[in-house]
């Protein structure tokens, strides 16, 4: 006998959940709806199915194909437009020409299906309905019976004045061929309010079955919650995937579960999800395939679909998250909301008790979400942030999103052109590299790669050879979960925000270029880089008194790439160099402490007698520097005794200093009477600054320096290098230079600001201060009689910093919290 699955429903009911895909695919314990019912046919003997498709028909095919895969044999009738139960089995007569059984295909059930039909083949009527009693009748349609279980007739959705029975309309039928009598062609009809009323009217004898077993519409968000949960109680019997690795806790291939992780049964862990440590998944958790849980979290009641990122510290109580679904640190879901396929939340957002955020949405940080989100994107992000496009590595940046936007920037090329890539050592840098390479190769770009290089060394080669720009993907210093691929131009620095959104916008169009098969881009690996790059920075300082001063340093590598450089650079110093960490290792660098190393390195100073010590970060950009007697500088410390030196070196010079920078540094210009260029805190504007304006120096506040008569980059080896030659040609101590210092009282506070506000707020403020002496290169800078206060809002999240000077901590303190609670009130 053949079977007939009704898979055409759109499940509207269901939505966020079936926006975007048909709710027979939606899973139940990681199985398809549909897969189940496949299961039950088979284990009953039906292996001729023939499937009704309409609403997104293709979804059903790619992923059941011919049923082979399943057991089966799966033929499917197509619905050009919604036929209704009876007009979609009418559609698939070609197939049906002898006695079939229909089951729709986004139900929930384990009836036995041999029952059925031996009660059909018993009683010998034109039809058999399988019925199901049910507390609740009042949603489903009503079936009256006779003693002999003849039908008498139907009732569709009634009140409770009309319900004479609790025996409901499963959607289950054995029919012989002479249905399709009543059934006519190319019409919307259905069985239960037009088709079995019409054959009884007819004289013909249909009859209803009360079936034993479990079954379910799963028509509503809440009968999806629960329909998981009768699963796991194990109320009706249907495949759970896994190994049962405790009563009731089932464990997919490839799963890793933190030994500190508690599970409180019963639970189903899909294929390849990562539990980090002490996270808690209460009872009826389900998560799909390739999941990661962060450390800390709380799950209860949930279900979390294929491929979702769950940040540490986040609680779902009670919710359904889409495929995809991207939730931040401490991200809450209260019950019964619903995110729909590929959200984003950004962290310590609230989706409050029945929310629905339907797809590709997202939910900018902090926010409070209180009704559903249905076209509007709250806080929806560029792909470009401060340092480049950074995510989540394989979950926000994955290899189809590297491949998509190398070709959307490659395209921006002419054919023919070369871009230089480099990365860290990383393994999640290395592959998502290749697909950077295999994008522009694709759109007719040649590539110069660098494989594992510093980021100066990859600016250095695209400002020396023939390429047009460059690239380097590494793990972002503040996040080992996370990469950032940064994006040069032909002068090695960042790209600016013109050629950002450009970028973004052929991204999103998908306007890329592809080329013919002989116009494919190459690859190179550029020979001796590392050598010109040394020879270059070694050309651009005079070191004559660094070599005659028989200096004794220490450095620390941090595990990065610059351990390829320094050897070749230490090499032309003539210095005596005890080194640490001198070898590129990713797991050290995963954790990576810059305050830690330069403590490590301050004993090692004062141990040794060296004359000064170094961190150099992983990606050889920035330098923490220790002096002589061992004192680990701050970050201003660093800036206002290279501005010292360089002024005292370069009279009447010009420097480019962020517009947070202390009036230390300004008094420090004023007395060598250089001239400061103020600059935004974006590393990009500083070097494009740095580029542009002529000048010495251009700094920023945490340790990155810029020398750009070498390179208008940051670079930990040329600030190195300099530091050591100014020192010599001095003949001073570093000590000493960091004893006449100033102290520099800077205090820093954040005001959450909702994106829709942040330009209220600093026009408001720029309103309220009219008269006094203003700077607004970056946010709105207030010059006070004894220091300043700035107000900037942050390019990425909800939020807007305030940074106050005053002549002592407390006064800093006081001023950065007057103009903090001035915002907060602006924000009421």
């Not at 919650?225 to 464990?251: A, M, N, T, Y």
């Not at 019950?335 to 310590?348: F, N, P, R, T, Y």
């Not at 920023?700 to 670079?715: E, H, K, R, T, V």
Request: proline content about 5%; hydrophobic content about 45%; charged content about 25%.
């Amino acid at each position: 006998m053949k079977a007939v699955i009704m898979a055409g429903g759109e499940g509207t009911r269901l939505r966020p959940l079936t926006s975007n895909q048909p709710k027979p695919m939606l899973p139940m314990a990681n199985i398809p709806m549909m897969e189940h019912v496949v299961n039950l046919l088979r284990q009953h003997g039906f292996e001729d199915i023939v499937v009704t498709v309409a609403f997104m028909a293709n979804a059903i095919r790619t992923y059941f194909g011919d049923g082979s895969e399943f057991g089966v044999r799966m033929v499917y009738a197509t619905e050009a437009t919604p036929l209704g139960t009876a007009g979609s089995v009418r559609n698939a007569q070609d197939e049906l020409d002898e006695r079939f059984l229909v089951i729709s295909g986004d139900v929930l059930t384990d009836i036995d299906l041999s029952q059925v039909v031996a009660f059909h083949e018993e009683k010998g009527g034109l039809a058999t309905l399988a019925l199901k009693a049910v507390d609740n009748p009042l949603e489903f349609g009503i079936v009256i019976t006779n003693e002999d279980g003849s039908i008498e007739r139907f009732l569709e959705k009634p009140t409770w004045g009309q319900v004479f029975s609790d025996t409901i309309n499963t959607g289950i039928y054995v029919l012989e061929p002479e249905i399709f009598d009543y059934i006519p062609e190319g019409q919307p009809v259905d069985f239960s309010g037009e088709s079995f009323p019409e054959a009884l009217a007819a004289g013909k004898t249909l009859f209803g079955y009360v079936a034993d077993g479990y079954w379910e519409d799963v028509g509503t968000l809440e009968a999806y919650l629960q329909s998981h949960q009768d699963i796991l109680d194990q109320k009706v019997q249907v495949d759970i995937k896994g190994f049962e690795l405790r009563p009731r806790v089932w464990l997919g291939k490839g799963a890793e579960i933190d030994p500190s992780v508690v599970l409180e049964g019963p639970v189903v862990i899909g294929d390849n999800c990562v539990v980090g440590p002490d996270a808690h998944l209460g009872p009826y958790c389900t998560l799909g395939r390739n999941v990661r849980v962060g450390d800390n979290a709380v799950l209860q009641r949930s279900v979390v679909h294929d491929n979702g990122y769950l940040g540490s510290g986040v609680r779902i109580d009670g919710s359904v998250l889409g495929r995809g679904s991207d939730l931040r640190q401490g991200v809450r879901c209260e019950e019964g909301s619903v995110l729909g396929d590929q959200c984003l939340v950004g962290a310590h957002a609230e989706i409050k008790a029945g929310v629905k955020v339907y797809p590709f949405k997202t939910v900018e940080a902090g926010a409070t979400v209180n009704s559903s989100i249905v076209w509007e994107s709250m806080g929806a992000r560029s792909l470009f942030g401060r340092e480049g496009v950074q995510g989540l590595a394989n979950v926000d940046i994955s290899p189809e999103l590297a491949v998509r936007l190398s070709m959307a920037w490659a395209s921006t090329f002419e054919k023919g052109a070369t871009v230089t890539t480099s990365r860290d050592t990383s393994r999640a840098a290395r592959v998502l590299k290749r697909a950077i390479m295999v994008g522009c190769n694709a759109a007719g770009i040649n590539v110069d790669d660098l494989e594992a290089a510093t980021v100066p060394v990859t600016r250095f080669q695209v400002t020396s050879s023939d390429s047009m720009a460059g690239v380097t993907v590494r793990l972002a210093p503040d996040d080992p979960q996370s990469v950032v691929l940064r994006f040069f131009d032909k002068e090695g620095i960042d790209v600016d925000e013109t050629t950002q959104r450009k970028i973004e916008r052929l991204y999103h169009r998908e306007d890329f270029r592809r080329v013919l098969a002989r116009e494919i881009g190459d690859i190179d690996f550029p020979p001796r880089s590392l050598e010109y790059y040394t020879a270059a920075l070694i050309d651009s300082v005079d070191l004559s008194n660094a070599r005659d001063a028989d200096l004794k340093l220490v450095l620390d590598y941090s595990f990065g790439t610059a351990s390829f450089v320094m050897p070749n650079l230490l090499a032309k110093l003539e210095a005596d160099v005890l080194v640490v960490n001198p070898y590129a290792n990713t797991a050290a660098v995963l954790t990576f402490d810059r305050q830690a190393s330069a403590a490590r390195v301050s004993d090692l100073v004062r141990a040794s007698g060296a004359h000064l010590g170094a961190v150099l970060d992983p990606g050889g950009e920035h330098v923490a520097i220790v002096d002589d007697l061992g004192h680990p500088l701050t970050d201003d410390e660093a800036l206002l005794v290279l501005l010292t030196l360089v002024t005292e070196a370069h009279p009447l010079a010009r420097v480019a200093l962020p517009v947070a920078a202390s009036v230390v540094a300004e008094e420090i210009c004023r007395k060598a009477g250089a001239e400061i260029v103020w600059t935004k805190l974006s590393a990009s504007h500083l070097m494009e600054v740095a580029r542009t304006e002529r000048v010495i120096l251009a700094a920023s506040q945490s340790g990155g320096f810029i020398f750009p008569a070498f390179l208008p980059a940051f670079d930990a080896a040329a600030t190195l290098v300099n530091l050591l030659a100014l020192l010599t040609a001095t003949g001073r101590k570093l000590s000493d230079l960091v004893a006449e210092l100033p102290k520099v009282h800077i205090a820093h506070q954040e005001v959450h600001t909702p994106w829709d506000q942040k330009g209220m707020v600093m026009r408001t403020l720029v309103e309220r201060s009219q008269g006094r002496d203003l700077v607004l290169v970056d946010g709105v800078k207030v010059i006070e009689d004894d220091g300043w206060a700035l107000v900037l809002p942050d390019p990425e999240e909800p939020l807007t910093h305030v940074w106050a000077e005053a002549p002592s901590d407390a006064q800093s303190e006081a001023r950065a919290n007057e103009y903090a609670v001035r915002l907060e009130q602006l924000l009421r």
